[in-house]
């Protein structure tokens, strides 16, 4: 595995030494793998300045076209070097090679070419307009960079989510300053390198790498700083939310979810099995869309139960190289004392554990990482905790209902309000229920099917705004109306 020792910011088309290191650890055994920089103020500082005086330079003359071509090589360039970015997310994260080179990379390129090409056709509106006298007048808009962006990613799915803000920022016009979780810094770091590589001109892509809240804090108070964009939990959206206020900065959020799989009586079995376990157990639960709440009509309850519990009994878990392996651990150890605590507040609240419910023995280096079971419970209420606060780990539970107004009404009854997935054969159910469901993305036979011009986020705690397509486009431009007078008559 190809292992980079010191990650570096990278600032005004420089990496730069910083004065601190911490450790990146590996989820798989514990070890440290790497030193990761932590961003001093001055550091932050200067990324700023850099990124503000690089929207005067070059990038700011730049055509669309031109713009869109470099994006379009950027994408070029991580497939080229697909096999490092691909080994740098498996040692930060232990996840799958299966999942790493079928979403993870391969949709980071995908999200430059998406916007590159929306880019080009990013127009304003135009209305023409009487007036009273008896004249008319001409409104157009124009779409202009914000400016600066701050972006911060998250741990999870860490080069997917990061280029799905820097590139609609980038394609837009505007310079960005990506602050990376510390869990997963290393593809950041790759992408760095790219844009190097590629010519992106100094100050439009600058990395900023350290420790949560401290540099969060610097970079999104930062009074150059003109838009925020995070993806994360909702308590650190709320945190971010305080910081920028007095700074009326544009945000966009997509926070936490806690979310509900409907499994109706008309549903296919066997699709509605393995969709249910793929949405509570990819990436080892840890994607903000992954079911938490499964309701499955009495009619077919037990049945369903039997089968998805045998489907997540069958979940290969291990070295993410190792054939057929589909989820590894969970990104830390702190992460999985939280979800342990889980498992084990629903045993104490009265759960029956179907499957799963603690730690893996492999009786190798693996024992000092952070693997979990995957996990399927039933009999608590809809209240309890377990069913209200977003757990991010590879447990669901699994509930009965009887009719469809029951069971919408249940699955709405939740904070949150990110995603949710309809499984059923009957057209117009699925009409019908898809859209009384509180969220901003209802699947309906499928999970995680992405179109990346559609609408993407969440209502409620779950987020603020819509990201995709021509909504990032939206987000990232700053619209400027211009109207012109037209005298009616010559003078
Ligand atoms: O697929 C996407 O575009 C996206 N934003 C996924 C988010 C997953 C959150 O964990």
Redesign the pocket.
């Known amino acids: 595995m190809n292992m980079l020792n010191a990650l570096h910011c990278y600032i005004d088309g420089k990496f730069q030494p910083s004065e601190s290191y911490f450790d990146n650890i590996s989820p798989i055994n514990g070890e440290k793998i790497a030193d990761i920089a932590e961003a001093s103020p001055q550091q932050i500082d200067s990324a700023v300045h850099a990124a503000k005086q690089a929207l005067k330079g070059d990038w700011g003359q730049m055509s669309v076209q031109q713009r869109s071509l470099l994006l379009h090589k950027v994408a070029d360039r991580i497939e080229a070097r697909l096999s490092e970015f691909i080994d740098a997310e498996i040692a930060d994260t232990g996840k799958s090679l299966h999942q790493v080179e079928t979403i993870d990379i391969p ?1 980071a390129a995908a ?1 430059f070419r998406t916007f590159a090409d929306l880019a080009k056709f990013h127009t304003g509106e135009t209305f023409v307009t009487d007036t009273l006298s008896g004249e008319q007048a001409l409104n157009y808009s124009i779409n202009k960079p914000l400016g600066v962006v701050a972006i911060i990613s ?1 741990w ?2 860490p080069l ?2 990061a280029t ?1 803000k820097i590139a609609p920022a980038l394609a837009c016009g505007n310079c960005v300053i990506l602050k990376p979780s510390e869990e997963t810094s290393s593809t950041a770091f790759l992408l760095a390198q790219v844009m190097d590589e590629v010519g992106i001109p100094n100050g439009v892509f600058n990395l900023i790498l350290g420790r949560g809240n401290k540099v969060g804090d610097l970079l999104t108070e930062h009074s150059k700083v003109d838009a925020i964009t995070f ?1 994360g939990s909702s308590s650190t959206g709320q945190h971010i939310m305080k910081k920028v206020a007095s700074g009326v900065k544009p945000i966009s959020f ?1 926070l936490g979810g806690k979310n509900a799989a409907i499994v109706f009586q008309d549903a296919d079995i066997d699709k509605a099995v393995a969709g249910v376990a793929r949405s509570s157990f990819t990436n080892c639960g ?4 992954c079911t938490e709440r499964v309701y499955v009509h009495r009619e077919i309850y037990q049945d369903f139960v039997e089968r998805l519990v045998k489907a997540a009994k069958a979940i290969k878990i291990g070295y993410p190289k190792e054939p057929k392996v589909l989820i590894g651990p969970l990104i830390s150890k702190q992460h999985q004392q939280k979800v342990l605590s889980y498992y084990q507040q629903a045993k104490k609240s009265g759960a029956k554990v179907l499957t799963g419910g603690g730690v893996p023995n492999f009786g190798d280096e693996r024992d000092n990482g952070c693997f979990i079971e995957p996990t399927i419970i039933t009999g608590l209420s809809d209240q309890d905790p377990i069913n209200q606060e977003e757990i991010f780990g590879p447990i669901c539970h699994v509930a009965m209902f009887d009719s469809e107004q029951e069971v919408i009404s249940r699955a709405n009854n939740t904070i949150y309000g990110l995603a949710a997935a309809i499984w059923t054969e009957n057209l117009s159910r699925a009409h019908r229920v898809a859209p009384k469901m509180d969220v901003g993305l209802v699947w309906v036979n499928t999970w ?1 099917l ?1 179109d ?1 011009r559609t609408p ?1 986020g969440g209502v409620k705690l779950s987020g603020i705004g819509r ?2 397509g021509a909504h990032s486009m939206a987000f990232y431009s700053e619209a400027t109306n211009i109207c012109i007078n037209i005298d009616k008559s010559e003078k």
Not at 286 to 289: D, E, G, H, R, S
Request: hydrophobic share 45%; glycine share 4%.
């Open positions: 949709r999200n998250p999870n799915l997917l989510l799905w993806t997509e840890q994607v903000c869309l995680f992405r990346l993407f990201e995709g």
